[in-house]
């Protein structure tokens, strides 16, 4: 049984595209939404997306890295904080539903004078932005908006990965004054598979956060995108009424392949094969061509609305072990702030070949466009989805 939702001023954007199921709670409806090609459709989350301007940075620094620039160039770097998390979503990135976060996590907050001397390091290499890539979420901290204002105070935007439950509207339109681009992070389209998935009573929440930030205007901007993993639970839901309600917002749609590198059988089952992934990425094209919007999934690509993953040629990371790696994968370290600057690691001969050495991440080696083409060499990690 579906009914509409009632009028009650909560969803002043986001109301004509939920309905309230029976026993199961709110749920996005796709089933309405046509054609949305004149809908304001961003073409990727700002400061965030791959584009042109990525694939220059790329080109920079591999020409830096035999010696024919001055110095390297980034589009923004990751910034690992030691934040609590207020949901424990099945199968979380950072191990925060086990318990067993990356030894990379421990550490203290960065201190204004650390932060400063990092942020003039990412100026003076043309970054634009410093992104908060996680480690828990970052508004359980009582620092979040210092931190925020210090960096927009320091000429950085800031992009923000956030489950959007603790935020209110005055957060969100704080957030807006200050420019930032938010990535706001779901599990499912449905409220009460949602919720199971995060451990908590969360969907509501998350959603009147969007809702905020659409009325605010992010999306006007292109600072405004939501992520969600696909499983074999979700992956109709996600392609039916996900993408077209995110189309029909002009909404980045962040939708990730969920296949973890480390994680419990029992979550590896509800992730995709190769060949789902494959059937997944055609059917999503098919989805969006049906929209008004037409792409295709390039070899390796993991996320739609952004291309196979090359962020170690554009950007790095840093932990609050003060470790400087790659990504927040974390799968190579190039040194720690405590034993050189971040000039000195980032100048490093070590540094420089990880660049002419670099090849595809494994975290992003799944749209393959046919069986064959899968590499031979893959990780152990995935070789149960082959």
């Known amino acids: 049984m579906v009914s509409s939702v009632s009028n009650r001023g909560i969803f002043r954007q986001l109301q004509p595209y939920l309905v309230h199921r029976k026993d199961l709670g709110l749920a996005f409806r796709g089933s309405h939404v046509e054609s949305v090609t004149d809908a304001p459709c ?35 770097a990751y910034l690992m904080l ?15 539903d086990k318990q067993l976060l990356p030894g990379r996590l421990k550490g203290s907050h960065f201190e204004p004078a650390e932060l400063d001397s990092i942020l003039s390091f990412l100026r003076e290499h043309s970054a634009k932005a410093v992104v908060y890539g996680g480690g828990g979420e970052l508004f359980t901290w009582s620092g979040a908006f210092p931190l925020i204002r210090q960096i927009v105070d320091n000429g950085l935007a800031m992009v923000i990965f956030t489950n959007g439950v603790l935020l209110r509207k005055d957060d969100v339109d704080r957030l807006n004054d200050l420019g930032v681009s938010l990535i706001v992070s779901m599990r499912d389209t449905v409220e009460a598979y949602h919720d199971s998935a995060v451990g908590r009573k969360g969907f509501r929440a998350t959603l009147e956060t969007i809702d905020n930030a659409l009325v605010a205007g992010f999306r006007e901007d292109q600072r405004l995108a939501v992520e969600i993993p696909v499983t074999t639970n979700n992956d109709e839901r996600v392609i039916n009424d996900f993408l077209p309600v995110m189309r029909a917002l002009g909404i980045v749609p962040l939708i990730e392949e969920y296949i973890q590198l480390s994680t419990s059988a029992e979550e590896k089952r509800l992730c995709h094969s190769f060949a789902d992934s494959r059937r ?107």
Request: include cysteine.
């Open 42 to 76: 961003p073409s990727g989350l700002k400061y965030y997306a791959a584009d042109s301007t990525t694939a220059a940075f790329i080109d920079h620094n591999l020409k830096w890295a035999i010696g024919e620039r001055a110095k390297p160039a980034f589009q923004f």
């Open 82 to 96: 030691p934040t609590l998390c207020n949901q424990a979503c099945r199968g979380c990135f950072m191990g925060q």
């Open 280 to 386: 997944f990425f055609e059917r999503a094209c098919e989805m969006d061509r049906s929209l008004g919007f037409r792409w295709k999934p390039e070899f390796g690509q993991r996320i739609i609305a952004q291309p196979r993953c090359r962020r170690p040629l554009y950007s790095f990371a840093v932990f609050p072990s003060r470790d400087v790696v790659d990504c927040p994968s974390h799968t190579t370290c190039y040194g720690n702030l405590r034993q050189a600057t971040l000039s000195d690691i980032i100048y490093s001969d070590r540094f420089r070949q990880a660049l002419l050495a670099y090849r595809l991440c494994p975290c992003s080696v799944f749209y393959t466009p046919e069986q064959a083409a899968i590499p031979a060499d893959l990780p152990e990690q995935l070789e149960d989805f082959v």
